[in-house]
Structure formats: C-alpha cells, structure tokens
C-alpha cells in the first residue's frame, strides 16, 4: 500500500488491487485508529479525513498500515438486500450476442450472483457491484445513454449496479427494479453502502427464454417488497 498525503486532513491510501481496498475498508471502518473520521473507498483506493487536532497523516499512516487486514465473510452469509428485477431490459439481447449465451442464460447468471457493494461512485447513491459471473463481463456501450431512467439494472465490465436516479450512463441495461434505492429524506439516503450483500430476484416481466440455463421456462421467484436489512467512476 501507498500512503499519500491529502491536504491538512486526509490521505489517500492506493491499494494493490481492488480486493485489498475492501479488506482496508472494512478494517478502518471496524477499528478506526484514533483521529479517524469519513472513510471513501473506491476501485482501488481508499480516501481517509481525520481529525488534525487527533492525529497526524505520519502517526495516521503508521496505524493504518499496522491494521490486520482480514478477508470478508461470503457475500452469502451476510444479511442481503434483494432487488427484484424484470429483465426486460434494451440491452439484453445485445449482453446475450456478446457473451454467447441466451437471455434466458444471461438472467440466470445475474440472479445466481452474490453480490456485494465495492464502492460507491459516479453519482449519489450508484453502488458497483463485485461478483459478477465473469462470462457476463461484457464492456461499456460504444455510445452512452444521454438518459437512464431510474430503476436500470445494468452490467459493465466486472460490475453490476443499479441507477438510483435518472441520468446518463454508458453501462449495458439488463432490466429494470420499482425498488427505491435512493432517498435523500432516509438515513442513509441509500440502501447499497460499501460491504452491503445484494441479490437480484427476476420477476414477471422479462428474461427472455426465461432465465434457465437451458433456456426453457425459467425459474422466478416473486418478490413483492424486497430490500430487506442494511440496505468515484463512471456510470
């Protein structure tokens, strides 16, 4: 890890890779050194403030590369936030032609993930997601969308996310949740903060030939009100 000084109150921590920025995340947040205030965690960095009047970015960076950095439980096992989808999404056949599978198999393999919030960026409250199948790696669209409307459940590299608000966006939109993830009246405003477990539950209304890996008659589960527990980049 580097630490870089940020003005009078924060440091950039840059990280081997994105793996090691979560494990840091989660170490400051669980067992904050002294002094430490506002942790943003990106892709593969971590913006820590603190207090001057506590400590000092040397004492603060000698305390943050002391920290035992531990791996995160299964996104499996933590307390998860399900977001029912329709797939029914513009780029669903176009993800499908990319990656060789049908939609139905495209749906499948979203809605099999655990996900689990790396970051949050781009705009307020757009959460990435890590944990994506890799065959569901596909890239950005060549032309952004100048209007996301919000609700889009898109993929884009090695994430997936859901846009809390409408705007542009240049991910690929599988489908579509009713389910509010952005409220500027709660608190938090949103329910996918870094470390939340998240799931995708696929409900009437899309999925192509059904979201089996055989492409038959899919596999649905309803979910009427999901969203249950705690619930930098582009978009």
């Given at each position: 890890?580097?630490?870089?000084?940020?003005?009078?109150?924060?440091?950039l921590?840059?990280?081997?890779?994105?793996?090691?920025?979560?494990?840091?995340?989660?170490?400051l947040?669980?067992?904050?050194?002294?002094?430490?205030?506002?942790l943003?965690?990106?892709?593969?960095?971590?913006?820590?403030?603190?207090?001057?009047?506590?400590?000092?970015?040397?004492?603060?960076?000698a305390?943050?590369?002391?920290?035992?950095?531990?791996?995160?439980?299964?996104?499996?096992?933590?307390?998860?936030?399900?977001?029912?989808?329709?797939y029914d999404?513009?780029?669903?056949?176009?993800?499908?032609?990319?990656?060789?599978l049908?939609?139905?198999?495209?749906?499948?393999?979203?809605?099999?993930?655990?996900?689990?919030?790396?970051?949050?960026?781009?705009?307020?409250?757009?959460?990435?997601?890590i944990?994506?199948?890799?065959?569901?790696?596909?890239p950005?669209?060549?032309?952004?969308?100048?209007?996301?409307p919000?609700?889009?459940?898109?993929?884009?590299?090695?994430?997936?996310?859901?846009?809390?608000?409408?705007s542009?966006?240049?991910?690929?939109?599988?489908?579509?949740?009713?389910?509010?993830?952005?409220?500027?009246?709660a608190?938090?405003p949103?329910r996918l903060r870094?470390?939340?477990?998240?799931?995708?539950v696929?409900?009437?209304?899309?999925?192509?030939?059904?979201g089996?890996?055989?492409?038959?008659?899919g596999?649905?589960?309803e979910?009427?009100?999901?969203?249950?527990?705690?619930?930098?980049?582009?978009?």
């Amino acid at each position: 890890m580097r630490v870089l000084r940020c003005g009078s109150d924060a440091v950039l921590i840059e990280t081997e890779d994105a793996e090691q920025a979560q494990r840091l995340h989660a170490a400051l947040r669980d067992t904050p050194p002294v002094g430490v205030g506002e942790l943003v965690p990106a892709a593969r960095t971590v913006l820590v403030h603190y207090d001057p009047a506590a400590t000092d970015w040397q004492r603060l960076r000698a305390a943050v590369t002391a920290l035992p950095l531990r791996a995160a439980p299964p996104a499996e096992a933590a307390e998860t936030v399900l977001i029912p989808v329709r797939y029914d999404g513009p780029d669903l056949a176009e993800v499908a032609r990319l990656t060789g599978l049908t939609p139905g198999q495209v749906v499948a393999r979203h809605t099999a993930g655990h996900y689990r919030v790396a970051f949050c960026g781009f705009a307020p409250g757009f959460a990435y997601l890590i944990g994506l199948d890799p065959r569901l790696r596909v890239p950005r669209r060549a032309e952004p969308r100048t209007r996301v409307p919000t609700g889009a459940v898109a993929v884009a590299d090695e994430y997936t996310g859901v846009y809390p608000r409408t705007s542009p966006g240049g991910w690929q939109l599988l489908g579509t949740t009713d389910l509010p993830l952005w409220d500027t009246t709660a608190d938090p405003p949103t329910r996918l903060r870094p470390g939340t477990a998240v799931r995708f539950v696929a409900v009437d209304g899309g999925g192509g030939d059904g979201g089996r890996e055989d492409g038959g008659g899919g596999d649905r589960r309803e979910e009427g009100d999901a969203g249950e527990g705690e619930g930098g980049g582009h978009g």
